[in-house]
């Protein structure tokens, strides 16, 4: 099989009933985990009390605001910080695809008619739900406790932009970490590619603080990277910092990082495909 057949193969039509099967053994397989889940998800909330404690004393200090931001309004962020992540960001993808290329597991692809970027992405939705599901009750319980800090958006537009730039950055965030994982094609270990790219996403993308706080021409460089459309960018809609031309702005590059990403990882997947068969994968 050449590389352009095996790509006719994946690219062919499909029934949708296939991948809805594929989406429910996601599930089923996922949820053996449930409880690893929920601990990291209790667990995974502790850096938030040291968040909470830091702010504090930052304000409390300073004695006023920050670019915008009050005490409240920042424990805010770092609260929709946390449900995004659990909306969103892959759990474990990357060392799955790379295992299957790995222990060539991936030869069992190359004789379905299955995209493998499809079947890889329904299993990424079912984890996803899975994971949302079991988390839901930590996170709502935090955010009953700081209840006080939530200010909802008033216009149901607020809300459709969001939830839009919400689903193009979980399309963002799957297709970078797809196409990361071919890399296990021409290298054993991709560990050390995976935590160099994954630090510059969360100092990038808004997990260790809000991008707008920092000065003018580093947010105008941020801007043109793809971690700000992963976190940041549905973040800052919804709390109503990111609006009008600015905000049509940042959708339209999301949409072209979407897109790029998209072809990214049809890229390194053809390639890869063409040197695993040029070694006798």
């Given at each position: 099989?050449?590389?352009?057949?095996?790509?006719?193969?994946?690219?062919?039509?499909?029934?949708?009933?296939?991948?809805?099967?594929?989406?429910?053994?996601?599930?089923?397989?996922?949820?053996?985990?449930?409880?690893?889940?929920?601990?990291?998800?209790?667990?995974?909330?502790?850096?938030?009390?040291?968040?909470?404690?830091?702010?504090?004393?930052?304000?409390?200090?300073?004695?006023?605001?920050?670019?915008?931001?009050?005490?409240?309004?920042?424990?805010?962020?770092?609260?929709?910080?946390?449900?995004?992540?659990?909306?969103?960001?892959?759990?474990?993808?990357?060392?799955?695809?790379?295992?299957?290329?790995?222990?060539?597991?991936?030869?069992?692809f190359l004789t379905k008619?299955?995209?493998?970027?499809?079947?890889?992405?329904?299993?990424?939705?079912?984890?996803?739900?899975?994971?949302?599901?079991?988390?839901?009750?930590?996170?709502?319980?935090?955010?009953?406790?700081?209840?006080?800090?939530?200010?909802?958006?008033?216009?149901?537009?607020?809300?459709?932009?969001a939830i839009f730039s919400?689903?193009?950055?979980?399309?963002?965030?799957?297709?970078?970490?797809?196409?990361?994982?071919?890399?296990?094609?021409?290298?054993?270990?991709?560990?050390?590619?995976?935590?160099?790219?994954?630090?510059?996403?969360?100092?990038?993308?808004?997990?260790?603080?809000?991008?707008?706080?920092?000065?003018?021409?580093?947010?105008?460089?941020?801007?043109?990277?793809?971690?700000?459309?992963?976190?940041?960018?549905?973040?800052?809609?919804?709390?109503?910092?990111?609006?009008?031309?600015?905000?049509?702005?940042?959708?339209?590059?999301?949409?072209?990082?979407?897109?790029?990403?998209?072809?990214?990882?049809?890229?390194?997947?053809?390639?890869?495909?063409?040197?695993?068969?040029?070694?006798?994968?």
């Amino acid at each position: 099989m050449t590389a352009t057949s095996a790509h006719v193969r994946f690219g062919g039509p499909m029934s949708l009933q296939k991948y809805l099967t594929v989406f429910n053994l996601g599930i089923q397989n996922t949820f053996v985990y449930r409880w690893n889940y929920l601990l990291r998800a209790i667990f995974g909330l502790i850096p938030l009390i040291g968040t909470v404690f830091l702010w504090r004393a930052i304000f409390q200090e300073s004695g006023g605001g920050m670019r915008g931001y009050d005490y409240g309004s920042m424990i805010y962020y770092y609260l929709l910080t946390i449900l995004v992540s659990n909306l969103v960001t892959p759990t474990e993808d990357e060392w799955q695809i790379a295992a299957d290329i790995r222990e060539g597991q991936i030869n069992s692809f190359l004789t379905k008619p299955m995209s493998y970027l499809a079947y890889r992405f329904c299993i990424f939705l079912s984890g996803r739900l899975v994971y949302t599901v079991v988390t839901i009750l930590p996170i709502a319980a935090i955010f009953i406790y700081f209840r006080r800090f939530i200010v909802l958006p008033n216009e149901s537009m607020t809300w459709l932009v969001a939830i839009f730039s919400l689903l193009m950055s979980a399309f963002i965030q799957f297709f970078l970490t797809y196409a990361l994982s071919m890399m296990a094609f021409w290298i054993l270990e991709i560990s050390t590619i995976v935590f160099i790219v994954y630090s510059f996403e969360y100092f990038l993308g808004g997990q260790m603080f809000p991008l707008d706080i920092m000065p003018p021409a580093i947010q105008a460089v941020m801007k043109w990277l793809p971690f700000y459309y992963e976190l940041f960018c549905p973040i800052s809609i919804f709390q109503g910092r990111l609006r009008g031309p600015e905000m049509w702005s940042a959708l339209a590059i999301q949409a072209g990082w979407m897109v790029a990403m998209w072809g990214a990882a049809r890229l390194m997947w053809d390639r890869g495909l063409g040197h695993y068969q040029a070694v006798g994968g």
